[in-house]
T-cell receptor
Framework: DAGVIQSPRHEVTEMGQEVTLRCKPISGHDYLFWYRQTMMRGLELLIYFNNNVPIDDSGMPEDRFSAKMPNASFSTLKIQPSEPRDSAVYFC??????????????FGSGTRLTVV | GDSVTQMEGPVTLSEEAFLTINCTYTATGYPSLFWYVQYPGEGLQLLLKATKADDKGSNKGFEATYRKETTSFHLEKGSVQVSDSAVYFCALRDSEPNFGNEKLTFGTGTRLTIIP
């Protein structure tokens, strides 16, 4: 398996622009997680899905952020409009129902977002 | 709620030194415990895990023992190498509620630097 695949690896955009981050989870995994990592705040859970349904979005910072999972093999995290304080590394992770106790998550390599 | 408290970093050691990174937790049920490692520019990777009390997880010379009596899961390595320089995250996945709850709770991470 190719693992969790995120794209793009790096994104530089201007303030006010829309940014879309993409994630392909491991085939067969029922859960998908979006995390944000910054020096100041560490690793923050933004939202997670179970069987394509959002379960907990309490970590989404504000209405500028939205996430979708239209099918089991694809998810997007969108920021509109983007601001410099959104600059961070965004990680996607997936896990299989009932396996979290044993195996934890598999993380993607992340998208480094810079908003100038 | 669940929480993970990690030793504050950064930690700097000389090559071949003994390493301990402390981790304590609070949980509602009977959690599984994990250590993840993040190398520069990469995503988090599962380093080791323990699923029940007194279990010892081990990998790449690292070890951690699940101590229920002290609610701890300290990471140790007898002789560190420069290649061990990374950020280490302690995490737990609680057993309660069991269904529909695959959320991992992470500590803040400890940055480790090994100097030759």
């Amino acid at each position: 398996d190719a693992g969790v695949i995120q794209s793009p690896r790096h994104e530089v955009t201007e303030m006010g622009q829309e940014v879309t981050l993409r994630c392909k989870p491991i085939s067969g995994h029922d859960y998908l997680f979006w995390y944000r990592q910054t020096m100041m705040r560490g690793l923050e859970l933004l939202i997670y899905f179970n069987n394509n349904v959002p379960i907990d979005d309490s970590g989404m910072p504000e209405d500028r952020f939205s996430a979708k999972m239209p099918n089991a093999s694809f998810s997007t995290l969108k920021i509109q409009p983007s601001e410099p304080r959104d600059s961070a590394v965004y990680f996607c992770a997936s896990s299989e129902e009932g396996q979290g106790l044993v195996y934890g998550y598999t993380f993607g390599s992340g998208t480094r977002l810079t908003v100038v | 709620g669940d929480s993970v408290t990690q030793m504050e970093g950064p930690v700097t050691l000389s090559e071949e030194a003994f390493l301990t990174i402390n981790c304590t937790y609070t949980a509602t049920g009977y959690p599984s415990l994990f250590w993840y490692v993040q190398y520069p520019g990469e995503g988090l990777q599962l380093l080791l895990k323990a699923t029940k009390a007194d279990d010892k997880g081990s990998n790449k010379g690292f070890e951690a023992t699940y101590r229920k009596e002290t609610t701890s899961f300290h990471l140790e390595k007898g002789s560190v190498q420069v290649s061990d320089s990374a950020v280490y995250f302690c995490a737990l996945r609680d057993s309660e509620p069991n269904f529909g709850n695959e959320k991992l709770t992470f500590g803040t991470g400890t940055r480790l630097t090994i100097i030759p």
